[in-house]
């Protein structure tokens, strides 16, 4: 009965929700060292212009190592750091980490840096990203910054403004995870994007979606033409999603099938692989 069950769950869920708490203290200690001591790590995932396979350059993909060596990946512990109001600071090393990443790289190649939307809510974030690139000394056509809808979603004359700014200094603007929000089709105009990029639950579903995916697809990247847009596919996964990207005329790719998220230490030889002749 009811009563017995309460007395049961009351038993069962005490020691789990006070593990659970107990993770979230270890976790948050572990990010305010890792934010204090610079401890957070850059992984660089390649990005291809898919007519002639060239490398464009690599997405900068935020991690945080584990006290046994292995990476925790960043939706587990971004939604913290934004709690803990870290952000600002984590968002910053994170960008002048990846721009002075990329002045080691040849200047064909861009680096991607995404951007938290409470990171606008610094007083000047296109004077954070200019303030970076100077001291960097990373040209602003080189770096793109992606940012996620629920920016816009809180549209206000300040991020208008801002993102402006960072035009304006040549910095590329990307919308990331396309196709996933509400209203992400009006954002298309009231925004001034370089770039979007189609989120890769797109691909996810490509396979076993009975061509409805495809439809989709080749409908953005149609959009996204006509509206001078380049358009960047994420989560690219097998050969017969490239076939199908390629016939669909989408400009970049970007996914497992190309290249995972890897360390510093292994750009060099992935930039070699790409870019001898
Ligand atoms: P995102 O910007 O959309 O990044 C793409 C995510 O897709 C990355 O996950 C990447 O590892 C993953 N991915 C790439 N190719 C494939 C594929 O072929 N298949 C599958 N299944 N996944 C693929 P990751 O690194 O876990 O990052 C997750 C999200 O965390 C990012 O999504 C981005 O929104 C956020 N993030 C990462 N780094 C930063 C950062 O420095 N700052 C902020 N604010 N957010 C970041
Ligand atoms: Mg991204
Ligand atoms: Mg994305
Ligand atoms: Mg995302």
Do not use: N
């Given at each position: 009965n009811g009563k017995t069950e309460g007395r049961n769950c009351i038993r069962f869920f005490s020691p789990e929700m006070d593990e659970a708490f107990k993770q979230r203290l270890e976790l948050e200690s572990v990010i305010r060292d890792a934010s204090a001591n610079e401890r957070f790590v850059l992984y660089y995932q390649p990005v291809f212009?898919?007519?002639?396979?060239?490398?464009?350059g690599f997405e900068a993909l935020l991690r945080l190592p584990r006290p046994d060596g292995s990476m925790m990946p960043p939706a587990t512990f971004i939604p913290m750091i934004e709690e803990m109001r870290l952000i600002d600071k984590v968002g910053i090393w994170a960008l002048r980490e990846a721009c002075r990443a990329a002045?080691?790289?040849?200047?064909s190649l861009t680096v991607a840096v995404n951007l938290s939307?409470?990171?606008?809510?610094?007083?000047?974030i296109s004077h954070m990203v200019e303030t970076v690139l100077t001291e960097t000394?990373?040209?602003?056509?080189?770096l793109e910054l992606e940012i996620t809808e629920s920016l816009l979603l809180r549209n206000n004359d300040h991020t208008t403004e801002e993102l402006g700014k960072l035009k304006e200094m040549g910095v590329a603007i990307v919308m990331d995870?396309?196709?996933?929000?509400?209203?992400?089709l009006s954002y298309l105009w009231q925004f001034p994007f370089d770039k979007i990029k189609i989120d890769r639950s797109f691909m996810q579903g490509y396979e076993d979606s009975a061509g409805d995916v495809e439809t989709v697809v080749r409908a953005i990247i149609a959009l996204g033409r006509e509206l001078h847009k380049r358009v960047t596919v994420e989560g690219v996964e097998t050969a017969k999603q490239v076939d199908f990207l390629y016939d669909a005329n989408a400009d970049q790719v970007q996914g497992f099938f190309f290249?995972?998220?890897?360390?510093?230490?292994d750009v060099a030889s992935i930039i070699q692989e790409h870019l001898a002749v």
């Open positions: 212009e898919i007519r002639d396979g060239r490398l464009v002045m080691t790289w040849p200047r939307s409470s990171q606008f809510e610094m007083k000047s000394g990373l040209e602003p056509h080189r995870d396309f196709g996933t929000g509400y209203s992400s290249g995972r998220p890897a360390p510093a230490t």
